[in-house]
């Protein structure tokens, strides 16, 4: 079975045709990359496999059944900025996660279940190299801290999906080397499918199990409208990375590491004022 299978879809905005006809058929496990030029349409065709937005002719479907109307807890999502909630703390934003997807009329879980959540909560934030910033709030975070963050939240609720929007795309290259390190560790453990939009293609290459570049055929201004975005290339990275089987290089706190035990890494905020 696949675990994204996308026919012959069509997004129209009005007069503009933004994709068109696009089918693809993603593996369960897979990391796919999605690049192309800007405004080809890869943030919408994310947006479509969320549910923010549906498709005007096509269909999606997730593990063989017609995508769900509203975005849930099967699918999760990290944007570049904001995708976390700054009156919470880390461990509050971690917690929310398995508070919505558990509890959505309520966004509260107790007794048992509670202090269950709350543990699983602190080994996912100790995972993501976040140890010892449970307490913090978002603006006390570097923004490799924030979207370490974001990806437990995402992950706290167990997406057989995760949907990335050029997350590591406002980092430094160094601290977007590590989180590449870590992106790849949840996604070696973790039972889902990524897909991830891109504007870099080494980042593509680095992280992916196969790309597939969008691009407007006839891009004349005068076209533009009428033809959307198809598939140009769609590449399998070799050699084969395969989800469950890779050797990563070590976790331990490393170089940019924001909690290492004797306080504070490259990417914590507090080294900028040291
Ligand atoms: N809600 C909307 N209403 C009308 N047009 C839209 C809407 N959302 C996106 N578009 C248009 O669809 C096209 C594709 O936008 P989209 O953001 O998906 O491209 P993109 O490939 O992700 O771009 P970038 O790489 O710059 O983020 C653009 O021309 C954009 O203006």
Redesign the pocket.
């Known amino acids: 079975m696949t675990a994204i299978s996308v026919r012959h879809l069509w997004k129209e ?1 009005g007069e ?1 045709i ?1 994709l068109e006809d696009i089918s693809l058929e993603f593996a369960p496990r897979s990391f796919i990359a999605l690049v ?1 030029p ?7 065709f994310l947006r479509i496999l969320l549910s923010e937005e549906t498709a005007t002719r096509g269909e999606v479907l997730i593990e063989g059944q017609p995508i769900a109307r509203e975005p849930g807890a099967d699918r999760g999502v990290v944007f570049q900025r904001y995708s976390v909630f700054p009156h919470l703390t880390v461990l509050g934003n971690v917690l929310l996660s398995a508070e919505m997807a558990e509890a959505p009329l309520t966004g509260r879980l107790f007794g048992a279940r509670r202090r269950q959540a709350q543990d699983e909560a602190r080994a996912l934030i100790e995972e993501v190299g976040l140890k010892g910033a449970e307490d913090k709030y978002p603006a006390a975070l570097s923004g490799g801290m924030q979207q370490r963050l974001a990806l437990a939240q995402a992950i706290m609720r167990k997406p057989k999906i995760l949907l990335l929007d050029e997350p590591f795309g406002a980092l430094d290259p160094g601290i977007r080397a590590d989180i590449h390190q870590l992106m790849l560790k949840l996604w070696n453990t973790c039972e889902m499918t990524v897909v991830m ?1 891109t ?1 870099d293609l080494k980042e593509a290459f680095t992280l992916a199990t196969r790309i597939i570049a969008f691009e407007r055929r006839r891009n004349r201004p005068e076209e533009k409208a009428r033809y959307g975005a198809t598939i140009a290339k769609d590449i399998e990275v070799w050699p084969k990375r395969i989800a469950g089987q890779l050797k990563l290089k070590s976790t331990a706190p490393g170089r940019d590491d924001p909690a290492i035990p004797s306080g504070t890494g490259r990417d914590d905020p507090a080294l900028k004022t040291a």
């Open positions: 905005y503009q933004v192309g800007s405004g080809c349409g890869k943030t919408t939009v504007h």
